[in-house]
């Protein structure tokens, strides 16, 4: 059974950094793609970041330069760095695993992702 549980969120102020970190229960480099997504409250969930087997990863516009995804199969972990954070930044992280890769264009898909984490917080406060 897949299990994806998330860690590092928290409090900073504007301009701070934080890492994520998404472990997985099976070895990552079984997954066809894995990405990071954020809700805030109100709002739908929408897409982070993304990467797959070809080892290419996407980026939603708002955090391009920011943000940095990338998955280590040794330690069945991936990982989003986050920096320059915002007060939009602000929501729930959640960590997602596909089961196949379906093309660029699924990296930043949520329905191409079939394991979901349960969240982590993360806050920016101006």
């Known amino acids: 059974q897949v299990q994806l549980v998330e860690s590092g969120g928290g409090s900073v102020q504007a301009g701070g950094s934080l890492r994520l970190s998404c472990a997985s229960s099976?070895?990552?480099?079984?997954?066809?793609?894995m990405g990071w997504f954020r809700q805030h409250l109100g709002k739908q969930r929408e897409a982070v970041a993304g990467i797959c087997t070809d080892d290419e990863s996407n980026y939603a516009e708002p955090v391009k330069g920011r943000f940095t995804i990338s998955r280590d199969n040794a330690k069945n972990t991936l990982y989003l760095e986050m920096n320059n954070l915002e007060p939009e930044d602000i929501g729930m992280y959640y960590c997602a695993a596909a089961t196949y890769f379906r093309g660029p264009n699924g990296r930043l898909d949520p329905s191409n992702y079939n394991y979901w984490g349960q969240g982590t917080q993360v806050t920016v406060s101006s």
């Open positions: 099976v070895t990552t480099s079984s997954f066809g793609c």
